[in-house]
DNA sequence: ATGGTGGCCCGGCCA
């Protein structure tokens, strides 16, 4: 199974994108983050023509998150399911061919000093909550999508250009180890070692270009998906090219689990 | 150079 990630920076732009990649790289399930439209506008009807189920949570002008399923799509649940705000359309997660999968888009803590920053330490302490009271880290476990953070120096472009700035801060590292202390694993990762791979590339000053990035979709998975794991690659060519997102798809293949 | 670009949708906000 091929499962993907993809913040597309508004689906209703790049719809045409998206279809010509699922066609490309045929994810089994495709998380999306910032499809930016309420539930009414999204395109389920182009993702059923080409085979896929799909789920989405979202408000229309800011966020939303969809899971896109090709295997099954069970037992959809929206935000964090206990009456706690997810913020503005952050969270989805449905069954998906025997794995629990989440799509997250995290808050952008914008600066350390903003009340943003503090909001997006809690949603990731309640991210882990909800893990923690719904599933079980021995059972097959996807949460991927933009988590707002680069995990390590490895990767951002530049660690002394960040000194101060989120994305790279203590506390939000570790809240990040502190989700993946529940039993979670950056897949990615484990299977490249190497500094300066990244996801995300601001479209101010050709940072694309320039190589000045920053890996921040992650997908995480639990260790019996993580054994299985035979690649992990992000698709910087969709970076390229006319109206891209700012974002790369990444996507994992897994055997058995 | 406190900028830049792109998406929302028309005046800023957000990333």
Not at 213 to 224: C, Q, W, Y
Request: charged residues 25%; negative net charge.
């Amino acid at each position: 199974m091929r499962f993907a990630t993809w913040n597309v920076n508004s689906l209703t732009a790049r719809l045409p994108r998206v279809e010509a990649w699922l066609e490309e790289v045929q994810p089994d399930v495709l998380c999306l983050q910032e499809t930016k439209q309420a539930d009414a506008a999204f395109p389920h009807e182009a993702f059923a023509a080409m085979g896929y189920e799909s789920a989405h949570h979202g408000e229309g002008r800011w966020n939303g998150v969809a899971v896109v399923s090709r295997v099954g799509l069970e037992r959809v649940t929206r935000g964090f399911g206990d009456g706690h705000d997810d913020a503005g359309a952050r969270l989805v997660a449905a069954d998906c061919g025997g794995v629990r999968v989440h799509s997250v888009y995290v808050p952008n803590g914008r600066s350390l000093d903003s009340e943003h920053y503090a909001v997006k330490l809690a949603w990731l302490g309640g991210l882990r909550d909800l893990l923690a009271a719904t599933c079980d880290p021995s059972q097959p476990v996807v949460v991927c999508g933009d988590f707002n953070v680069a995990p390590d120096d490895r990767d951002v472009w530049d660690p002394a250009a960040f000194e101060g700035m989120t994305h790279v801060s203590t506390p939000e590292r570790e809240a990040l180890e502190s989700l993946c202390g529940w039993g979670l694993v950056d897949v990615f990762r484990r299977l490249h070692v190497e500094p300066g791979v990244y996801s995300w590339w601001d479209y101010r000053g050709g940072s694309f270009h320039r190589g000045h990035g920053m890996r921040i979709d992650l997908v995480l998975v639990t260790e019996s998906l993580a054994v299985a794991t035979t690649a992990a690659e992000i698709d910087r060519e969709a970076r390229k090219g006319p109206r891209p997102s700012d974002h790369a798809p990444v996507y994992v293949d897994v055997t058995r689990f």
